[in-house]
């Protein structure tokens, strides 16, 4: 006889005689010896565990795999990742999560919180401690060793706050329930804890994938953490003001949680800034944006502490500020969380924390670390020596030794044995064990069943210092990559799961599309405020890139058909003198050197040039990622649908080299075609969507300064000097400025050189013509602020100046050539539209994009 099935031993009516357990559900079996959150839970929360699979195998397991889908489409659509640049293979890793949630009873949920707020009280009196009066130390209470040793001790911080004011606002706990059910403390986090974003994330797709769930099971909502994390977060503020500045201070767009820092910055509200925005002046902050300088009141810290100072901490740091650090001295800015915290991030501090909770605090410790010996004490490290097998073994200093895992007794092999021995014996202070904790486990969906994993919560709770601090009613679970591994990290394929609170009366199913609604007076506003200059710059040089790919692509495309379809050597001769247009600084003669003169080779290899040549800067491939990489620097200003689509755009799918012929390469026609589709659509979204204020007008500026540039060059090395055989390449201009339509209905088939320079120069109602990219240029140069008047009018003339050239031109002029054949209007106009141009690019950097000129 068949055992029964764990569901039928908990006398559940699911998967009674009466009802067969489908497959996926019944194949589960939890680990001997370690805690399961589904099988090893009773009371409330083993009912809800035991409610939300009958209802999973009420719908079936072809309904749970259509929620999966959608949960990854939505991830996908999102654009949500983690970064992790050890992997050269795929770096921009997507968001993992499992649909399938993490239970906890509220009952639970209140002894977390009681615990995690003790623990937030006493590690705030010991940072206290260790940066003013040290008791602790002079009392041995705890080993000097752990902080003047600790290279997160930062010295210049001693001091630094006064007593009212708490290092932590925000405090985050690793948590690992035992085999007896109970949890204990890994790791606390400190100096700048990410997860936050992610679980906030992970509740809006649960709420999107799994709604009819989560009414039944009374989910606690997560929005009103984030009121509170706002309010904490204005209480910090020096100055008393209603609503203070407060800005999000991120690594940049190549850290491993940058996704999380932006969304964050939108939920929250707050502009997103790098070291480089913010300017310490007269000991108060300010955030550098095209209106001028704005007074910076809190910063909320993603940047490790270290970075955050290259005056006062790392000098080699390009990512902080300069004088930061005596601005919070002069108590002219706060910092959240304060620098130096991540001196208790240290895992030896667990084997002193209880003692030092009853010397400060007068109570015990309510959450228990895990056993734990620091091997810079004698007896402790002989100990560690005597049973490494069974233990853990971690560097005692995470910022010394970031690339350093946990080595795992009982996994390792003699000789990784031996060589850790001598290494704990040469450098004992280095190293702290752990006992092995059988991590609990919980119901993870892989491929066709459900299977148990390890998993670990980290906890988030804030506070002002003067409130108890609030946790967070939820959190992130992260579940091991494998079976087998209790090493669970995101770094290494981790998975991750949405954190239920269930079983309040007085909570709701969340409201996701709400989070971005927090309760805090605004003003009423059409104008886009506090843009840095550093984002108007990225906005302004993502519109160039934009234009600039479309250009190149649309020219390669006409290029190409032009030459399948040249009849005869003189129209091969024309083809190369449009490339000599579209790509002025490629030397044609210095090609010739290596393919020889005959034309269809010659076409051939300045195209392989033009698309991956290494040899030339301006190849496609550069500009294409370039592109990529500004829109990523700008995507949380950016609609959702324009993330997406540079995320599916076939860039990659480019050849970085090659043999045989372009001309002849219809794989890399087609892709040439559908880039070309992906940028009339991502043209098109950001039309649509791009709200007409500061934003639009950067970005804007870029794209019609790039366009009126690149048809300079293009009419100007193709119809400069009058040559025979005009009528083809006409044609070709025709198309690649996108006007061949327009043309005919207007002259039906007669190719006549003033109507094209009419067409394609002066008249202002063509989009595609010079005249009106340039008349858009002025356009937004008006919508810019003016706050010095000498500087604008030098912008402003040059927009001026370039506009009346244009529409001034009388077309039939330019169509004219002298005895020498040279058109000497068309090439003095386009000459000095290219330099104007380039004047006014370098202006608008000199004036909003750097502080050179305020």
């Excluded at 977060?233 to 407060?246: D, H, Q, V, Y």
């Excluded at 910055?265 to 000991?283: I, K, M």
């Excluded at 649509?688 to 870029?702: I, K, M, P, Q, S």
């Excluded at 240029?777 to 008047?789: F, G, R």
Aim: proline content about 6%; hydrophobic content about 40%; charged content about 25%.
């Amino acid at each position: 006889m068949n055992p029964p099935s764990l569901m039928q031993q908990q006398n559940q009516p699911f998967g009674s005689a009466q009802q067969s357990q489908p497959k996926w559900l019944a194949a589960y079996r939890p680990e001997h010896g370690f805690f399961d959150e589904w099988t090893s839970s009773r009371g409330p929360v083993a009912e809800h565990w035991n409610t939300l699979f009958r209802q999973l195998a009420e719908h079936g397991e072809a309904d749970y795999r259509q929620r999966e889908d959608q949960l990854e489409r939505i991830i996908a659509e999102n654009g949500v990742t983690y970064n992790v640049y050890s992997d050269p293979e795929n770096p921009n890793r997507q968001w993992k999560m499992d649909a399938i949630p993490l239970l906890l009873g509220h009952d639970e949920y209140e002894r977390i919180s009681a615990a995690e707020s003790q623990r937030m009280r006493l590690l705030n009196l010991m940072l206290q401690d260790i940066y003013g009066e040290q008791r602790l130390l002079k009392q041995n209470l705890y080993p000097s060793g752990l902080v003047f040793g600790n290279p997160a001790f930062l010295r210049p911080v001693h001091g630094l706050l006064p007593k009212s004011r708490p290092f932590l606002f925000t405090h985050s706990s690793d948590l690992a329930r035992s085999p007896d059910g109970n949890w204990w403390v890994l790791s606390d986090r400190l100096d700048a804890p990410s997860g936050l974003g992610y679980s906030v994330e992970n509740r809006v797709i649960s709420n999107r994938v799994m709604p009819d769930l989560m009414r039944k099971h009374r989910v606690a909502r997560v929005a009103s953490y984030l009121q509170t994390v706002s309010d904490a977060l204005k209480n910090a503020s020096p100055r008393a003001l209603e609503n203070p500045f407060i800005v999000l201070l991120t690594p940049g767009p190549y850290n491993e949680t940058y996704f999380e820092q932006s969304y964050l910055a939108r939920v929250l509200g707050y502009p997103l800034v790098e070291g480089a925005d913010l300017t310490v002046r007269d000991d108060a902050v300010f955030l550098k944006t095209i209106h001028g300088m704005r007074r910076v009141d809190v910063i909320f810290r993603r940047l490790d502490s270290e970075w955050c100072d290259p005056l006062e901490f790392r000098d080699d740091s390009l990512l902080g500020v300069p004088g930061l650090v005596n601005a919070i001295r002069q108590d002219k800015v706060a910092v959240v969380n304060a620098p130096g915290v991540g001196v208790l991030e240290t895992p030896a501090l667990a084997a002193f924390l209880p003692n030092i909770c009853r010397e400060l605090l007068g109570e015990e410790l309510l959450l228990p670390s895990v056993a734990t010996w620091w091997c810079g004490q004698e007896q402790e490290k002989q100990y560690v020596l005597a049973n490494i097998d069974r233990l853990v073994i971690k560097p005692t200093f995470p910022t010394l030794s970031k690339e350093e895992r946990p080595y795992f007794g009982p996994q390792l092999s003699k000789k990784q044995r031996e060589n850790l021995v001598a290494t704990i014996r040469r450098f004992p202070d280095r190293y702290t064990a752990q006992e092995t904790v059988l991590q609990a486990t919980t119901p993870l969906y892989d491929e066709d069943h459900l299977t148990p994993r390890h998993f670990m919560l980290r906890t988030f709770q804030v506070s002002d210092g003067n409130d108890e601090p609030l946790l967070m009613p939820g959190g992130l679970c992260r579940v091991a990559n494998s079976g087998v591994s209790p090493d669970v990290s995101m770094q290494l394929g981790g998975v991750s799961k949405d954190v239920w609170v269930v079983g309040d009366p007085d909570k709701q199913q969340d409201d996701a599309i709400n989070l971005n609604y927090l309760s805090q007076h605004v003003s009423l506003n059409h104008v886009t405020v506090a843009l840095s200059s550093r984002m108007a710059d990225s906005l302004f040089w993502a519109g160039r890139y934009l234009d600039r790919a479309e250009d190149m692509i649309r020219g390669l495309l006409v290029i190409i058909n032009a030459t399948h379809e040249s009849r005869n050597e003189q129209d091969l001769k024309m083809v190369l003198k449009m490339i000599r247009g579209f790509a002025p600084h490629l030397s044609l003669d210095h090609l010739k050197a290596s393919v020889g003169n005959d034309s269809n080779d010659l076409i051939d290899e300045a195209l392989r040039q033009i698309i991956y040549g290494a040899q030339y800067p301006d190849r496609l491939i550069n500009v294409l990622g370039q592109l990529k990489r500004v829109m990523y620097s700008i995507k949380e200003m950016m609609a959702g649908d324009l993330t997406r689509m540079m995320r599916d755009m076939p860039a990659a799918q480019i050849p970085t080299e090659g043999e045989g012929s372009i001309l002849r390469n219809a794989e890399l026609y087609g892709l040439l075609k559908r880039l070309l589709d992906y940028m009339a659509a991502i043209s098109g979204i950001i039309a649509e969507n791009t709200v007409r204020g500061l934003d639009w007008a950067f970005l804007n500026l870029g794209r019609r300064i790039e366009r009126s540039m690149m048809l300079c060059e293009f009419f100007r090395g193709c119809l400069k000097q009058a040559s025979s055989n005009e009528e083809f390449l006409m044609l070709r201009l025709l198309e690649f400025f996108d006007s061949s339509v327009t043309y005919r209905r207007r002259y039906l088939s007669r190719m006549q050189l003033d109507a094209v320079c009419h067409l394609i120069i002066s008249d202002p109602s063509n989009p595609r013509s010079l005249a009106f990219q340039v008349s858009e240029v002025l356009d937004n140069t008006k919508m810019l602020p003016h706050y010095n008047a000498s500087d604008m009018k030098s912008i402003d003339r040059l927009a001026l100046r370039v506009f009346s050239d244009i529409v001034l031109e009388k077309p039939d002029v330019l169509a004219a050539a002298n005895p020498k054949n040279e058109r000497q209007a068309l090439d003095v106009l386009t000459k000095n539209t290219l330099e104007n141009l380039a004047t006014l690019s370098n202006e608008l950097g000199a004036y909003y994009f750097s502080i050179t000129k305020r």
